[in-house]
Structure formats: structure tokens, C-alpha cells
């Protein structure tokens, strides 16, 4: 029995024991449901709870090990020769496997030996499915009988299914801070191994990025460079001209929607503001590659500079376009969200509008207006696309917009693909810049919630 009817087996065991939980309440209560603690939906919860959790817990528990316990199985069925062979070549051998198991190669024309196994391989997952049905049913049954035995006019059935669905919401919770951790330590186990090849000094503070290496002892000219001071320079100066071009236009246009703009003109324009946020990167990096840089470059001749054919100007004026609906969006609902006593306070003592919108209303929205840019300066450092195809791959260090410069985020990508190995220090470099690139974040993170703290309690 495949495993998805085994779920549906358990969906229908689910109902039933609902069903009976929800009766069983009304006959132990003579059919006044007064004389119950809880409403009978919540003994029918109750009895359905019981009868699917302990039975879903075993049938994850079963997936998740069901391919490592039925390939050592298999494994043990094979001839010693195959057995003892090199791990490669076993590894080789259950490639095949799985591939007749798939239906990727026929049977006939694999080895005898492969066919073998593969049948063994498929005899047994069919037998372990029809197991796990019988015990998935025994468990919900066994289940349904418990609460089954515990309906009582007094049974608190409420209390029960709350407590449950708060633990439930504790799991959802848990499992993005579990997410987090994981990703945290990945990363930096694997920055660990990467420090123990190159110093970390030369790391943060070298000022050479060529991360090519030799892959034989005999090759020379290729001994790599693991500096990255231009990578995060270039990933500052495109990231600084981006919010250049998004705060100014975000806010003044959050201002306009928000304090001037007629209703009907706000209606229409939020929307059509926010269409940027939904166009693709990489259409945003073919605007920048074959519209903006060529005239930025030809803008640059014209008038005597030496521009590159791709340019952090380039590639920093396309993103500054893209974050522009993180600016105004947020920054709108935010100055929306100043309550009106205060622009009416100000209007009283005399002020204009722009004055008050100037000395109450951004001073009062200036956490919600930082939350807002942060957003959008995480936005613009995590770009690739657009870096990729307007800004280039040289790791030059300058802080000339009309250069070619590359970032971080494009150079984890670069790192992480071809046919390296992944224990050298190339392709381990690609976690060390992600470590360094989320301490740069967290920070940037708590500078803005001491700003956001420190300005909240001054005008709430």
C-alpha cells in the first residue's frame, strides 16, 4: 500500500473517530448538552486528535526511515563480492538499483544481479507499506478507544483541544527558530573548516579576491587569493547608491499618497507603485544591461569620462528602482498610522501642512520609516541578478561607480557552482562570506532597533 492511501486511511479513521467522539458525548449526557463540561465538537476533537496524532508520529517516523532500513536490507541480500566492494563502486551499484525501482531503466536490460535486488527492493516496500497500514490502523483505533473510554459529562474536552492546539502552535514556532539555528551552525561549521586553510586575518582584511586554486600538487599560478574587502566594498558602494535612488523617491512618495495625494489618486497609485516589487529580478538586469548601462556609458564618453561596459552606477540605479516599493509602501502605512490628533494638535497651534508633516508627523513615524529602509537596504545587499548582468564579475576595489564591481551574494553563487571540490578552500570561501554577510546584517539589524526603540518611547 503506497503511502499516500495510507494517509487518506488515516484522514477517514480521523473522521470516524470525530464522528463517534461527538455522538459518545451526547448519549452520556441523556441528550442535554447542558449537562456537559464542553460542547460535543470538542469531545469529537478530542477523540480525533487521539486517534491521528499517535498514528501520524509513527508514519513520519516510518518515511523518514524507510529508505536507509530497506537499502541496508538490500544491501545484506547481495552476493559477498558485491557487498565488499569500494564504496564508490557500491554506491555505483545502488544507482543502478534505484533506477530499475524507478522505472528509469527496465528491468531486462539491467544486470541480473541489479533486476534482483531492484524486485527484492520493490517485494519489500510493499510489504513495509501494508505493515505500516495495518499499524498506522491499530495505533489510530487504539487511539479512538482511549478517548473513547475517557467522554464524561465532566471531562474537561475543551481544555484538552486548547492545550493541544497551543503545543501545535508551539511546533510551528519552534520550527523557523530550529530553521534558524541550523542554518547558523551549517554555515558555520563550514566557515570553521574554511579558517583552518586560510587565515582569518587574510580573510577580513586582505585586499585581493581571486579565489581560484590549484587542483593538482604540480599546477602552479593558481595558489588563490581569499581577500574580501572588494567584495564587500563593491556589495556597500551598489547597495549605497540603491538607497540613494529608493529613499528619496519611497518617502516623498509615501508623503504625497499619504498627506496630499486625493483619494482617488491614492486609490490607483499604491497599487501601481507596488507593480515593481513584483517584476522579476532578471528582467530588471536585462533593463540594466542593454538599456541603462549602455547609456550611462555613452552619457560618460559624451562628456569626457571613461565608464566601464558594466558599472556599479548602472546596476546601483536599476536596484534603487526595484526597492523603491519597500520604501513607499511601508513608509505609507506607517505616516497612515499617526493618529490624526496630532496633525489636528499641530493645525491648532497655527502650523501648516508641511511644517506639521515635517516636526510631527515623520518624527513620530521615523521607527516605522527606519524599518522600511532597513528592509530595503537587506533587499539591495542580497541582490544577484542584477549585479550579475549590469556590475560585472571583477573584484576590483574602488569606490569609482563608473567601475566594473562585483558583491558577495554574487561570488557564493560563482563559488558554488562547477565541478570543485567541496572541501576546498573555493568552494568553502562561499560559507565564510555568508557568515560574515549575516554578522554584517544582524548588526545592521540591532542598530535599527535601538533607533526604532529609543524614538518610540519619545513620541508614544
Known sequence: MTPSLTLALLLGLTALAYHLGRRRAFTVAGGRVNRLHSLPGYYGLHAALWCALPALALFLIWISLEGGLLTRLVIAGLPEALREQPPAQLALLLNDIRNVVAGSVEPAAARPEVAAAAARYLDLRAGAGYGLAVLVTLLGLAGLHHAWRRVTPGFRARNHVEQAGMWFLIACASVAILTTVGIVLSVLFESLLFFRKVPVTDFLFGLDWSPQTAMRADQAGASGSFGMVPLFTGTLLISAIALLVAVPLGLMSALYLSEYAPP???????????????????????????????????????????????????????????????????????????????????????????????????????????????LAASRAIGETMIVVMAAGLSANLTANPLDSVTTVTVQIVTLLVGDQEFDSPKTLASFALGLVLFVVTLLLNIVALHVVRKYREQYE
Not at 288 to 315: D, N
Not at 324 to 344: C, H
Not at 362 to 374: D, F, K, T, W
Open 264 to 374: 482617488r489618486v491614492r486609490t490607483w497609485g499604491k497599487p501601481l507603485l507596488e507593480v515593481l516589487a513584483g517584476i522579476p529580478t532578471v528582467v530588471y538586469g536585462f533593463f540594466a544591461a542593454l538599456t541603462v548601462a549602455p547609456f550611462i556609458r555613452e552619457l560618460g564618453t559624451a562628456i569626457g569620462l571613461e565608464v566601464a561596459s558594466e558599472s556599479a552606477l548602472a546596476a546601483g540605479l536599476v536596484m534603487g528602482i526595484m526597492i523603491i516599493p519597500f520604501v513607499s509602501s511601508l513608509s505609507d502605512d506607517v505616516i497612515n498610522a499617526v493618529p490624526q490628533a496630532m496633525r489636528d494638535g499641530s493645525y491648532a497651534l497655527g502650523a501648516t501642512r508641511s511644517e506639521t508633516i515635517r516636526q510631527v508627523v515623520l518624527p513620530a513615524a521615523l521607527p516605522g520609516i527606519v524599518g522600511s529602509v532597513l
